[in-house]
T-cell receptor, first 116, second 113 residues
Framework: AQSVTQLGSHVSVSEGALVLLRCNYSSSVPPYLFWYVQYPNQGLQLLLKYTTGATLVKGINGFEAEFKKSETSFHLTKPSAHMSDAAEYFCAVSAPYGGSQGNLIFGKGTKLSVKP | ETGVTQTPRHLVMGMTNKKSLKCEQHLGHNAMYWYKQSAKKPLELMFVYNFKEQTENNSVPSRFSPECPNSSHLFLHLHTLQPEDSALYLC????????????FGNGTRLTVT
């Protein structure tokens, strides 16, 4: 079985400050990991994903995440926050094979606020 | 334009009503999903269809009935719902492999009165 834990339901940063959103996962097989963003009244949009290969993954809007197997983590970062980054962010895990491959299990989400 | 279109965007229904949510994707994907998003809870996977065949029913009450007539269309038929069923219902599609991301629609905001 797989699960995702996002530490902090709400994170607030100042514009220009570092953004760090935490995600830890549990998986019995090597996981595929994803970060999604949700703006108000919209669906979820893919930010980035890790499947295999390089553990540092770059995504859209200047975000990146690093897969750390030893820490079972996949934290999302951005060097400098922008007002337009205010949204809710979801970490998700899926199995790479088997009957449940492709079925994403999501964390509870972290709402990011950006102060001017 | 997300490639996945959901209608209606908003729906208010009484507990005795019957209504349907519709989802359509133009991405050539093989798998389609229904997720439920409630406040302060993780997104809950409800149903999965792969090549029109249901491959997952995540212990969803029978008052929710999915239908997938082809790989491009997915419906969620609703009847005798409860107020706690009020939520945002998100449809998604993908290629159905482990590393293929889900593409989401903008959701239907359902309110049960």
């Amino acid at each position: 079985a797989q699960s995702v834990t996002q530490l902090g339901s709400h994170v607030s940063v100042s514009e220009g400050a570092l953004v760090l959103l935490r995600c830890n996962y549990s998986s019995s097989v090597p996981p595929y990991l994803f970060w999604y963003v949700q703006y108000p009244n919209q669906g979820l949009q893919l930010l980035l994903k890790y499947t295999t290969g390089a553990t540092l993954v770059k995504g859209i809007n200047g975000f990146e995440a690093e897969f750390k197997k030893s820490e079972t983590s996949f934290h999302l970062t951005k060097p400098s926050a922008h007002m337009s980054d205010a949204a809710e962010y979801f970490c998700a895990v899926s199995a790479p094979y088997g009957g449940s491959q492709g079925n994403l299990i999501f964390g509870k989400g972290t709402k990011l606020s950006v102060k001017p | 334009e997300t490639g996945v279109t959901q209608t209606p965007r908003h729906l208010v229904m009484g507990m005795t009503n019957k209504k349907s949510l519709k989802c359509e994707q133009h991405l050539g994907h093989n798998a389609m999903y229904w997720y439920k998003q409630s406040a302060k809870k993780p997104l809950e996977l409800m149903f999965v269809y792969n090549f029109k065949e249901q491959t997952e029913n995540n212990s969803v009450p029978s008052r929710f009935s999915p239908e997938c007539p082809n790989s491009s269309h997915l419906f969620l038929h609703l009847h005798t719902l409860q107020p706690e069923d009020s939520a945002l219902y998100l449809c998604a599609s993908s290629l159905g492999t482990g590393n293929s991301p889900l593409h989401f629609g903008n959701g239907t905001r359902l309110t049960v009165t």
